[in-house]
């Protein structure tokens, strides 16, 4: 039997603050004269990223995003978010008392070889 996945929560542009700002090092005037360093909080959590590595803001805004949800922050608010969402969605204790039913067991016979 196959299981067909279905979200446990979702995430949008709205639950993150976004701050653009000019930085100076490699890419020289084009750091200087645009803001392309960004920096990611997500308001939940508190977790913060940024990126000034890159002369672009878009290539910046990727890197914060991917080092933002490896922060200790982030993860434990996922684990957080997501165990409340399967609570929600799932009855942990009947389920398994379901599962436990004698006609939902699946017995094999075992013959022991001679």
Known sequence: MV?????????????FEFQYFRCG???GQNQNKRDTGVRIIHKE?????ESR?????????RIAFQRLIKTKEFQKWHRIK???SIKGIIDIER???DQMKPSNLKIESYAPEE
């Open 3 to 15: 299981r067909e996945r279905q979200l446990l929560f979702s995430i949008t542009k709205d639950d």
């Open 95 to 97: 389920w398994v008392n």
């Open 82 to 84: 997501s165990a409340m």
């Open 53 to 61: 590595e890159e002369r672009s803001q878009l290539q910046n805004k």
């Open 25 to 27: 090092g490699n890419g």
């Open 45 to 49: 959590s508190g977790a913060v990223a």
